[in-house]
Each structure stands twice: as structure tokens, then as C-alpha cells.
């Protein structure tokens, strides 16, 4: 756009000037007034050598969440086994296999779970998008926040392999409580 233009859309004095942005070279103006050139090529090297350096930060990152997640889900967990531990070693005592008794106790976080991991990394992208919004205000650059169907797949499966991590433990949890438990706390 003109100068002129650019003033009125944005708002600045007539004689203020800040440059061009072009999508084609620009050939009309002389090359002593031409300060830099930035090349798509420019930007995708610059991207390159941040993927480069902190690209495997991220797999780590990776890796992190998953385990946060299970730690964060086995410490939900635990006490609703333990607080159900008498009524676990009943079932027991009534002929009840281990499969299904963790079925009885675990479909329903199970199910909790789904849903709330599912709410969690919707938000959680929403408020990321908000919060990189207002970081790149401070900075004279501007990268868009981008988050690809994949990524949020790969977040709702990170979750869920910290759950199924935990799952595993809770029901070697269940396997281990003696049918004795029930018998000896009737009152």
C-alpha cells in the first residue's frame, strides 16, 4: 500500500514511514534506500535452526507429559482404591474375578477420564492461543500460534498412555488385595 495509505489505516502521522512489506521484488525504488531484504527462504532457515535447537527439547517435553499425567491420575486413583479396599476383598469372597472387579471400579474413571482429557486439551489449546497472543505483544516479531489436528490427538493419546500406565498399577493394586480384608474388619 502507499505510505499514505498506511498512515490512514493505522493511525500515524503523514510523515511517518516504516517501510515496505512486499510478497514480489520490489524493483521501482533504489537499492541505496533498500535497508534489508528478507527472503522466504530467510524465514525458513531462521525456523530450521530453531527446530534445530530446540526441536528434541520438545520430544523430552513429550515424554514429561506423559509421565505428569500418570503421576496426576495415579494419585486421583489410589484412594478410591483404598478407601474401597473391604468392599474389593467382598467382591472377592463372592466369586468375583479380578477383571471384573477392576472393571467395577476403574470403567467409571475410565469414562471420567475420556471426557475430561477431551475438555482439557480443547481448553488447554484455546488458552495456549490466548497466552502466546498476548507474550508475542512484547516482541517486535510475530509467529502465529498454530496447533494441527495431529497435535491435538497427540495430546489427548499422551493423557490417555499416562492413564493406561496407571490403569496397569491399579489393577495389579486390586490383584493384590487379600480376601482376608473383608473377613477381618466385620463389625
Known amino acids: 500500500m502507499s505510505n499514505e495509505s498506511y498512515c490512514k489505516v493505522f493511525d500515524t502521522d503523514s ?8 510478497d514480489s521484488e520490489i524493483t521501482d525504488i533504489d537499492e541505496d534506500n533498500i535497508a534489508t531484504v528478507i527472503t522466504e527462504h530467510d524465514i525458513t532457515k531462521m525456523c530450521d535452526q530453531m527446530d534445530h535447537s530446540m526441536g528434541s527439547y520438545m520430544t523430552y517435553f513429550q515424554y514429561l507429559c506423559i509421565i505428569l499425567s500418570a503421576v496426576l491420575i495415579y494419585l486421583l486413583t489410589k484412594p ?5 479396599e473391604n468392599a474389593i476383598s467382598m467382591t472377592m469372597i463372592l466369586g468375583y474375578e479380578n477383571r471384573e472387579i477392576a472393571s467395577l471400579y476403574l470403567l467409571s474413571t ?15 489449546g484455546i488458552i495456549m492461543k490466548t497466552v502466546w497472543r498476548i507474550m ?24 490417555l498412555i499416562g492413564y493406561l500406565l496407571v490403569m496397569g498399577l491399579d489393577f495389579a493394586r486390586i490383584k493384590r488385595i487379600p480376601m482376608e480384608q473383608a473377613l477381618k474388619n466385620v463389625e
Open 15 to 22: 510523515d511517518a514511514f516504516t517501510g515496505y512489506l512486499s
Open 80 to 84: 478410591i482404591i483404598e478407601k474401597n
Open 110 to 124: 475410565t469414562i471420567v477420564l475420556l471426557v475430561i482429557d477431551l475438555i482439557s486439551v480443547i481448553l488447554g
Open 136 to 159: 508475542l505483544f512484547s516482541y517486535s516479531g510475530w509467529y502465529a500460534f498454530r496447533l494441527s489436528t495431529t497435535g491435538y490427538v497427540k495430546m489427548y493419546l499422551f493423557i
